[in-house]
C-alpha cells in the first residue's frame, strides 16, 4: 500500500536512476526493514535534488513492499491540517476532530497509528520541506521514532538549508542528539554536468563549457537544468564558443528565480525583499520602520535573502543591497497602488530618518502624481542639490498640478525659473528646461521680470532650433525697457540693458540672417570695461564680431582677453565659448584651451551637460587646428557619447566628422555629416557651424573622388560668408581647397582670383596660420621655381604657427614638389619632417601619403620616437621645460605671457601624458628640437629624379 499525503514538485525521474545519496539512503531503509527504527535527514539548498532523492526513494521503497507516507510542510505559513495528521490521518470512516490539547497524548494517539501501519510490515514516514512544518508535527515524528526503536520504520526528513522556518529548531535538535543520520546530495561533478548538457542540448558538451558550468553553478542540478533549458531555447549549443554568454544567461536564470524562491519562502522574508527592492540599499533599521518588523526578524530575513542571491554579498556592515535584476522582478509583480503607497511610505520613513533629499526624492519621483506640499519640498530641495531629469520632471508634475496651480504667478514663475536651472545640469539637451523657462515668461508679464529670464533662455537656446526664438525674445523684451544704456539714469536699469544688449548679440552672431543688422547695433556700442557678468558677455560677442570682420587678430583677441578675466568668478557660459573661438582664430590657442579647461575641470561642480558636450566639442575643433588628432578624437567622441545626432551639439558631430578625416576615414565622416544634416534643421542659420559643416563636407567629397561636388559645397560656403559679410580667412577656409582643387583641374585663372582675394584677407588677419595658408594656396596657382619658394616661405610661416597639422601638410607639398623637379635629396628632408610631424599628429591619411612620396624619393622610413614626451604639444614642452628648470607657476606665466591658472592647466595636462607625480618628475630633455636648416634646391647636388606620387594638396 503506497499512501501520497503531498505532490512531488517536478518531473519523477525514472525508477531505475541510482545515485551515491539514494544507495545510502536504501541502506538505512535496510536496516529499518531489519527491525531496527533508523531517521536521515535530508539536507542542502535549493535546486540541490533533495525532492528528487525523496521521490527515487519512495518509488524504490514501494516497490519493495513497503508502506510509504508522504508529507510536506507548508510553505506559506499555517495550513488547515497538522503535516503529521496529514502523514498519520485516522482509519476510514473516524473524523480527524479537533487537534487534542493534551500533547502527550495526541502523540500517543499517532503513536498508536503508526503501530496499526507497522502490523502490516515495514513503514516509511517522508516529510519534505520539514523547515516549514508545525513544531508539534516534528516532535510527533520524534516521538514516534524513539518508541518504535525495535520496530522496521524508516523516518526521512528533507531540510531546505537556504530557507529557514518554524521547524528549523526542531530539525537542529533532532541531529544534535544523535537520533538521525544526516544526508547531503552533492553537487554533481563534471561529468554529470556534461551528461545533462547532452541530454538536454542533444549534442556532446565541450569540456570548457563544462567547467564554466561549473564554476557559476556549483553543480547544482536544479540551476543546471534552467540553465542548459535556456541556452536550448536560445539556440546556443554547448561548445566552446558558447563560453563567453554562460555567464549572461545564468544571470538571467538566477534573476527569474529568484522570485519563485522568495513566493516559496517565508512570508517575512517576501516582506522584507520588498522593502529592500522599493529602497534599494538601506540600513536594516530603515528596512524595519518600513517593513513592520523588529530589528532581528529583519536580519534572519537579509541572511536568508542572501542565501537564495536575492541580496548581495556585503562587506559586514556596509547596508545589504538587492541585485538589480531580482530588483525589477519584485517590484514588477506588485500591484500599482500598493508599490505607490510602499513608495510614499518609504520616502516618509527617508525623511523622519534625516536621509539626504536626492535619496528621499528617488522614491518621489517615480510616482505618477505629486499632490502633497512636502513632496515638492523634498524635490524641490533635491533638484537644487543633485538634481536628476526624474526628480526635476516630478517637481514639474507638482507644479502642473492643482497644488501647483493654487501658488501666485511669481512664485510659479519663481519655482519654474529654479527647475530650469536644474533642468539644464541634467538633461543632454535643453528643450525640458526651456520648457520650463517658457512657463516662467509666461507668468511674468512685466518686462523687466522677463529680461533675466529671456536672457536664460536665449543663452540655453544657443546652437539648437530654438535659437531664433531667443533672439527674438530679447528683442521684444529690449524694446520694452525705456532708455539708452548711457543715459546716467538708474545704474540697475544701465546693468539691465547691458545684460539684454549682450544676450541679443551673442545670438546674433551665431545667426545668419539676424548678423548684419546686428553688426550695425554693436558699431554703436561703447566697449565695456569688463567689471561685470554682462559687459564681459557684451565683450564676447564684440570680440566674435571684431573676429567675424577680418580686421585685426591682435585687435579681436584683447576683446577676447577682456571677456574672459579668467581669474575672476563668473565667467562661465555662452562668452567663454564665443573668446576661446575668437582666440583660435588669433592663434592664441594656449588661451583657448585653458579657458574650456576651466569649464570642463571637475572644480566647477556639476556643469551643465550641454555646455559640457559643447566645451568638449569646442576643444577638439581646437586640438585638431594644432595637430593633436589623438587627443581630439577623445574629446569629439566624449562629445557625441549620447545616442543620434540630435543628442549632442553640431559642433560635436562636426569636430568628430573632421577628426575620422584626419584618421582617414573619410566614409564614417560622410556619414556623421549626413546624419547630422538630417537632424539638425537649424543648421543653415548657424554662422559657426553652418560653415565648418560646409567646409569639412566638401573634404568628404574630395577623398571621394567628386572634385566637382567639393567644388560646389566649398563655393556654396564663400558666398554664404559673403552674404552674411564675414571676412575672416581662416573661418572655415574654403578658399584654400578650393584654389588648390581648381588648378588641379587646371582651371588656373579661376583659382589665381579666388588666391589673390585670399591672401588680401589673410594679410588683414594677420596671423601667422592665415599667412601660411595664403603662401600654400598661392603656391598652387603657380609652377617651377616659384612654386617651391612660396611652399618653402609657407613652411617657415606656419612653424611659426600653432597649426602642426597644416605644417605637415606643407612639408609634404614641399617635398613632393622639390622631386617633381629632380632635388630628391631635399625632397626626402621634407618627406621625412611631413611623416614626422603629422605620425605625431595621428593624421593616417597623410602619413601614408607622405610615405608613399618618401619611397618614390629613394627614402627610407624615419624611426619615429613612440615615447610619451612626443605627444606633447609645443606649448606643453615650453611650460614643462620651464617647470622642470625650478620656475614657478607665476614665472612661467610672466614669461610666456599667459595667466597662473594657464601654467596650471598645462601642466595637469603634461603630468596626465607623461603619467608623472609632479614637475619633480618630470624628465630632462623636453625642451622642443630646432628645425633643420633648410637649403635652397640650387644648393643640393641633383639626384636622380623619379615619378612624384599624386596626393591631397
Request: aromatic share 2%; charged share 20%.
Amino acid at each position: 500500500m503506497v499512501f501520497t499525503a503531498g505532490m512531488a514538485r517536478g518531473p519523477v525521474p525514472p525508477a531505475d536512476t541510482s545515485t551515491p545519496e539514494l544507495e545510502t539512503l536504501l541502506r538505512h531503509a535496510a536496516e529499518a526493514r531489519a527491525g531496527t527504527a533508523r531517521a536521515v535527514l535530508v539536507r542542502g539548498p535549493a535546486g540541490i535534488g533533495r525532492t528528487r532523492l525523496l521521490a527515487l526513494a519512495r518509488q524504490r521503497l514501494a516497490a519493495a513492499g513497503c508502506t510509504v507516507r508522504h508529507a510536506a510542510g507548508p510553505p506559506h505559513g499555517p495550513a488547515p491540517t497538522r503535516t503529521v495528521d496529514a502523514l498519520l490521518p485516522p482509519p476510514p470512516g473516524r473524523p480527524a476532530g479537533p487537534t487534542p490539547r493534551d500533547p502527550h497524548h495526541d502523540r500517543h494517539v499517532l503513536h498508536r497509528r503508526a503501530l496499526d501501519l507497522l502490523a502490516a510490515g515495514p513503514l516509511a514516514l517522508v516529510i519534505d520541506d520539514a523547515q516549514w512544518c508545525d513544531e508539534a508535527s516534528l516532535r510527533c515524528a520524534d516521538f514516534i521514532l524513539r518508541h518504535t526503536a525495535d520496530r522496521p520504520l524508516l523516518l526521512v526528513l528533507a531540510q531546505r538549508t537556504d530557507a529557514p522556518g518554524p521547524g528549523t529548531p526542531v530539525l537542529a535538535e533532532i541531529l544534535a542528539q544523535g537520533r538521525c543520520a544526516p544526508l547531503e546530495p552533492a553537487p554533481l561533478t563534471e561529468a554529470g554536468i556534461a551528461h545533462m548538457a547532452a541530454r538536454i542540448s542533444g549534442a556532446p558538451a565541450d569540456q570548457r563549457f563544462v567547467r564554466r558550468c561549473a564554476e557559476l553553478t556549483g553543480g547544482n542540478p536544479q540551476l543546471l537544468d534552467r540553465l542548459f533549458t535556456a541556452l536550448r531555447t536560445l539556440g546556443i549549443p554547448p561548445d566552446a564558443a558558447a563560453v563567453h554568454q554562460l555567464g549572461t544567461v545564468h544571470q538571467s536564470v538566477l534573476t527569474s528565480r529568484v522570485p519563485e524562491l522568495l513566493a516559496a519562502g517565508p512570508r517575512r522574508a517576501r516582506q522584507v525583499a520588498t522593502a529592500l527592492a522599493v529602497l534599494g540599499r538601506a540600513a536594516p533599521d530603515l528596512l524595519a520602520a518600513l517593513c513592520g518588523l523588529d530589528p532581528g526578524a529583519v536580519d534572519c530575513a537579509l541572511k536568508s535573502l542572501r542565501r537564495t542571491g536575492a541580496v548581495l554579498p556585503g562587506s559586514p556592515g556596509s547596508p545589504p543591497r538587492m541585485c538589480e535584476g531580482v530588483r525589477g522582478a519584485v517590484l514588477a509583480a506588485l500591484p500599482g497602488p500598493e508599490l505607490r503607497d510602499l513608495r510614499v511610505r518609504a520616502a516618509r520613513v527617508l525623511s523622519d530618518a534625516g536621509r539626504p533629499a536626492p535619496e528621499v526624492a528617488e522614491q518621489l519621483a517615480p510616482l505618477d502624481r505629486i499632490d502633497e506640499p512636502w513632496m515638492f519640498a523634498v524635490l524641490r530641495d533635491a533638484a537644487a542639490e543633485a538634481p536628476t531629469r526624474a526628480t526635476v520632471r516630478a517637481a514639474g508634475r507638482w507644479l502642473r498640478g492643482d497644488a501647483g496651480r493654487g501658488l501666485g504667478a511669481a512664485e510659479r514663475g519663481g519655482l519654474h525659473v529654479e527647475l530650469a536651472r536644474a533642468a539644464s545640469r541634467t538633461v543632454v539637451t535643453p528643450a525640458h528646461a526651456l520648457w520650463h523657462l517658457r512657463q516662467a515668461l509666461a507668468l511674468t508679464p512685466d518686462p523687466r521680470g522677463q529680461a533675466p529670464v529671456a536672457v536664460q533662455y536665449a543663452m540655453m537656446a544657443l546652437g539648437t532650433r530654438r535659437a531664433p526664438e531667443g533672439l527674438r525674445l530679447l528683442e521684444r523684451v529690449l524694446d520694452g525697457l525705456t532708455g539708452p544704456p548711457d543715459d546716467g539714469g538708474d545704474p540697475a536699469d544701465r546693468d539691465l540693458r547691458t545684460t539684454v544688449e549682450s544676450a541679443l548679440l551673442a545670438t546674433a552672431v551665431n545667426d545668419r540672417t539676424a548678423l548684419p543688422a546686428a553688426r550695425t547695433r554693436a558699431a554703436a556700442l561703447p566697449v565695456p570695461t569688463g567689471h561685470g557678468p554682462a559687459d564681459r558677455r557684451l565683450l564676447a560677442a564684440l570680440s566674435a564680431f571684431a573676429a567675424l570682420d577680418g580686421g585685426s587678430a591682435a585687435r579681436a583677441a584683447a576683446l577676447a582677453r577682456q571677456a574672459l578675466r579668467a581669474d575672476e568668478p563668473g565667467t562661465a557660459g555662452w562668452g567663454v565659448f564665443c573668446s576661446s573661438a575668437v582666440l583660435t582664430l588669433a592663434d592664441c590657442v594656449d588661451e583657448a584651451v585653458a579657458a574650456l579647461d576651466r569649464v570642463l575641470s571637475p572644480a566647477t561642480g556639476h556643469p551643465p551637460l550641454w555646455p559640457r558636450r559643447a566645451a568638449l566639442a569646442g576643444r577638439s575643433l581646437i586640438l585638431h587646428g594644432i595637430g593633436d588628432v589623438p587627443a581630439a578624437a577623445r574629446d569629439a567622441w566624449a562629445a557625441t557619447e549620447v545616442s543620434g545626432p540630435a543628442g549632442a551639439p553640431p559642433l560635436a558631430h562636426l569636430a568628430l566628422s573632421a577628426v575620422l578625416l584626419s584618421q582617414g576615414e573619410a566614409a564614417r565622416a560622410g556619414a556623421v555629416l549626413d546624419g547630422l544634416a538630417r537632424t539638425a534643421g537649424h543648421l543653415d542659420r548657424s554662422v559657426w557651424e553652418w560653415h565648418l559643416y560646409l567646409y569639412t563636407a566638401g573634404r568628404v567629397r574630395r577623398e571621394r573622388g567628386d572634385l566637382e561636388g567639393a567644388l560646389e559645397l566649398w563655393r556654396r560656403c564663400g558666398r554664404s560668408q559673403e552674404d552674411a559679410g564675414i571676412a575672416n580667412p581662416v573661418l572655415a577656409p574654403w578658399w584654400l581647397p578650393t584654389a588648390t582643387t581648381l588648378a588641379r583641374l587646371g582651371r588656373g585663372a579661376e583659382a589665381s582670383r579666388l588666391v589673390e582675394a585670399a591672401r588680401e584677407r589673410a594679410r588683414g588677419w594677420g596671423t601667422p596660420r592665415a599667412l601660411g595658408l595664403g603662401l600654400v594656396a598661392a603656391a598652387s596657382v603657380v609652377g617651377g621655381r616659384a612654386r617651391t619658394e612660396l611652399l618653402a616661405e609657407a613652411v617657415d610661416t606656419l612653424a611659426g604657427s600653432p597649426a602642426r597639422l597644416e605644417l605637415a601638410r606643407a612639408e609634404y607639398q614641399l617635398g613632393r614638389e622639390l622631386l617633381a623637379l629632380g632635388d630628391a635629396r631635399g625632397a626626402r628632408g621634407h618627406l621625412r619632417q611631413a611623416i614626422e610631424l603629422s605620425t605625431r599628429c595621428g593624421s593616417h591619411a597623410l602619413t601614408a601619403t607622405a610615405r608613399d612620396a618618401l619611397v618614390t624619393a629613394g627614402g627610407r622610413m624615419p624611426q619615429l620616437a613612440v615615447a610619451p614626451v612626443d605627444s606633447l604639444t609645443p606649448s606643453e614642452r615650453r611650460i614643462a621645460t620651464l617647470a622642470q628648470r625650478g620656475h614657478s607657476n607665476k614665472k612661467i606665466a610672466e614669461a610666456l605671457f599667459i595667466t597662473p591658472r594657464t601654467v596650471e592647466m598645462h601642466l595637469t595636462n603634461v603630468y596626465r601624458k607623461l603619467d608623472v607625480r609632479g614637475r619633480g618628475d618630470l624628465p630632462r630633455g623636453l625642451a622642443p628640437h630646432p628645425r633643420p636648416t633648410v637649403l635652397p634646391p640650387a644648393a643640393r647636388p641633383p639626384e636622380p629624379v623619379r615619378a612624384a606620387p599624386q596626393g591631397p594638396p
